[in-house]
């Protein structure tokens, strides 16, 4: 099974500051984790701050991949390109949240890409991207 | 470990009614596959169309379980009162849905209960419900 | 033909109270002359000021009955459990009103049930249930 | 007993076009039959596209008739002069409708002339006119 | 100096119906006395109940006219039709209205013709009307 | 007959600023021709700033008036306290604007004084005082 | 004098979990404590966690009682059947809310229930209760 | 091909009024230029001012055109029931504006009858209408 | 004890005018009651129709008082600067209404001093003061 | 004559999925069509996902082209960068759309470039362009 | 050149409450300090509660002074009338605020004054007003 | 003291076009300035049309500069990711606007970033810019 995990802007910061709300531990490190817990799962990764470049990324894993697992990060409440092209493609995407984005500010509560995604995982912290490959481990069972 | 599920209303319908949406299994024959699958977890389950039954059970299971999945229904969308429980008990709450919410009605977008909740899975069919025991057994390790 | 006719929250206040808008006559007494007027028919009736009891009954008598009569009440403006029991279940439901909702409180317009329901008659006073009934006769026909 | 019907804007249509929606029985057709089932009844009939034409004939129908039945379609949305109108004349009016005008888009579900009509039926196809007559029978009784 | 009054949908049953809110002189009459007390004006006079042929007399009597005096009843609230006629002709336009539209429906509040009037009179009663031709006498010396 | 003018604030400055907008005629200028105009009429007037003095001065004024011409400028679409002192005395108040406020920024459109006095007159520049004059002349005969 | 206290949704967690924001009394003994101080009142006492259990208690105390202190907790701001129970009773019902709800979440500012208690107190702890109280003593005399 | 081309109210009026923001050509005269233009094509021409005739045209022209270009005017803004025939009828329409409505005020962007028709093609002056033929004809061959 | 009872905008005109609302007793009548029922309290008293003059005297007012009860009449509603006074004095502030605030005119639900107070209490006419008093006596203890 | 057509988010996958909706042909071989089509005229082309490279092509096409056809994709609906490009440079843009952007969900109504464009033409499917490039031909004679 | 500063409620409670927010310093000694910095600027302040006297400062420090510096306080969200000061008056005025008002409830997020000041300095503590001052000297180079 | 100037898009168009609302001098003229009028201070300086690329951008500055003057052009308006970086980094920002943006389209109204920046200096011209530096010196001493 092949999976991708595509992180959008400012979760390259994770770890690293506001650690009183995100933890200390940054995702690259989590991901080593969680390629050593599934060893029969291809992983890949990438992380922009770009919205064009989530875009593109997700065009060219089509086909290639068993499932995306996106957090789209602060463009989860204002980009409907992306959510087009989640439309777009065949790839099943699942959303996922670090925290709980009900518990912050009203405009993170809207999210344009939910409607095209298999479903949304959030507040989890980085549990959340586990839940995610759990999901597609059951699927595919 | 003891988990409780709650079911709110009209949740007894699935698998014998609009099973082209929800599919041909009830939650009861899903429920003693769940146990089977987890033998060590030791499961109860509660289902009403009750608002006021749903608080009575959510202070009623506090202190005595590590965990609540509750999926409230239509409830959610409208209860302050099962929102006041949730923030009022020690017992981390899972919110979860079977439908992806955020596909439907636009008033069902809305989640009274989900700034209390520890977070939010939906859109994976019954296996939302697994997830959300996935998470309680990560927590617990 | 069966039908039954449910009863939502204060209309067993019916000819008791503001007995000048809803006039001198109970719920009660007018059950017993629609009965009289329609000995072919076989009537059933439930007041309940719980919404979770309403769901209960709908959920009861699908299959049961060849058509419901539904007077939500005040629930009909707040329930979307309620809404959900009648998508779901197979006998038609009918909407009826006493008053006439458009003439009162802005929050008297919006109703959850009404897409749901087969059709809606609001504001004959308590003709508005006998009307439902001959649309159930007209369409036995 | 006298009766006038009023159809507003594309109800002429109703038979011939979208028949998969509203049927294939024109409203002239069924007119006739309703003629024939009440032949104690002296019915009028008027149709028209023009906000303007509704209001003349509401108009000049007051004191003649013993109740009008309205049906004035999309102007039902839009139009506060004919809601003026039936404020000001002394024959009951009643509102139906052939949908369920709550089934359809949001700006359906908002209706200027209820307020000031006695009663709405909507939703039981072109019955709906023959429970606005039905209704009349039972007051006039 | 020639002035030309307008008057939209259901004007006509002032005097008539509603005799408690509206008085009971008909706008005929008080037509006929605004002739007597001003016989140096060249009055005209047009009543309808159609938004068109508000319209269509608003174009004709451009150029024609010193002054319009339009009351365009509930089409003031929902006519942007009407707004873009008095914004492209060159005769001055006063909008009157017999009640205080501010003290009824919220829905009366807003006026899509008032932008592009001269000015607006409302609340006076029939008087309304002879305070917009005191405007025009004001304006002539 | 005694009225009393009473304008809010701001409109000390008319005829000496923004002379392009409201003329170059000032207040004062203009109230001396409107004495000389109505010899029989005993005027008042005053000025203010202040949204308490007002109030002040309305409630001052009820009694000892036949009438009171009212441009409460800016605070017309702020001010519930002016509104609420209209409807407390007696003396008819009505509300005037040099300017047609529809036309302005959509903050101009809300009066709340408007429900609560007799009429409103708006955009005759300074006319639209003198056009009061003449309401409470017809209303006196 | 009679007076009846019903308590809403999660008031039976007052004094036992939430401590820091309800304090550590619990209800019970506050309600031990204001049998003690007013020995002359007659009072009862009912909570439950059900909206219909509500309107059935209101119900059936109407007649019985002097007065009704309500706190129905988080169905003041969702429920409407419980606004029209307390419209159609005789008895005088005062709302009342241990915090202050206008400091809380904006869904807590509206009260479905206020426009028809004869009064609102909020914000004084336990104290709202004893002030409703002082109120009924007041009126008595 | 036969084409018709619909114009509502205050079209009648371009090139005669306001000539600064339509120009000084009137649609009588680009109208004789588009048929020597296409003498291929039958065109035929309507204006009115009526919300009414607008709708018996377009039902009237069904069936009997290849395509209908229709500049609704102002009614594009307010008329639920010319959008209710455009999705009645058969024959394709394509809505045209003159100006760019969305460069105006904002209750121009709005546009009923958009959903129902074909295509939209605005801002382009009058040669917004020779776009739509020349859609017909690529659309033909 | 010291208290402070600061009444806003027309309550000067309570008892004069408006009788049948708010009966015929003026505030200083009731002032004299209040200070003879309550000899041990120290109290003062202050009426302005002047938002600036409330901020003023509670900013004076502060330290000096044990408690200030503030009847803000229809600034309360629009006064953000008065609720920042609050916010900045250390001596609590009740707010109280004469009238249920919540049976009027949907703008006078907003009360912008509210969330900074201690607590409100509405509808209990000029008890409403009174309760207020028992409130600091309650809380001295 | 020089036509640069800029395509946005997501325009890439014309003819490769969706097919349903968007048909089978790639905008590669549409263009390509478009180029033999015209043969005087000298196109160019871009496509991107990126928000920042769609302001970076408009900026430095401009001064070096007749006409810029603009779709913009889900960034017409989000992007007030892309409008203020629009309106800063000096060649005519044209915003087209392959579907009819009304038809679809509400949040695709909006258009922040609209009213920056010269004109906007959609609901055509790919042939929205060529009459776009019909615009530029009729503008140049 | 001479500089005018205005503040408006509660500004003078700056340095004496709330010191936790708004440090210690009164704008009493900030105002001593701002004028040894600057020996060249001949400063003035006035500080008062009330929206009257904002309004007449405003007014009679036209043409005599170079700029004004207005921290409007909580009037700043409230009040057209001082908007319509400052837009009819010639001295250019700078609106100043302490703390970040962005930063607090929503209400304070709106300025009706922004929109006729030269410019908006917030945030920057009490260096706001000097910030103000920087401004009016680099323009008087 | 090292400060680092970011813009965004469209702001490398100034002084280039539209000249007559920005003037004549491009930023990187105004910069050489700035560089020359404060020598003692270490400037860096990007512009860019992209969004992600500010992101990028204030992350990698984030530790190596004191402060950070950013002008995120219309991206202010719309990016909730810049928000979250500005937030995530410790160094100050300061929000700076050439144009006084509350006297723009209410859409420019709303500032995303406000919030989460120091403070906002709108509406100096590019003297805006140099207001900012002028507080990290005052700041700084």
Redesign the interface.
Known sequence: MKLFIIN???L??IGK??TNIYGKQSFDDYFINLIKKYPDIDFGYFQ??????I??KL?SK?FSEDGIILNA???T?????I???I????TPVIEVHIS?I??RES??????I??F????????GL??Y??AV??FL??SK
Chains 1, 2, 3, 4, 5, 6, 7, 8, 9, 10, 11, 12 share one sequence.
Do not use: V
């Open positions: 959008g802007p400012n390259n910061l500051r506001e922009t701050n770009s919205e064009g470049e875009i593109d065009q089509d990060g602060a463009y409440h204002t980009s409907i390109a959510a087009d092209t439309a777009g493609i065949k709980n009900f518990r405009f993170r509560h809207k999210s344009f939910a409607p995604c298999k479903g949304c995982i959030s507040g989890f549990n959340s586990r839940l759990e999901y059951l699927k």
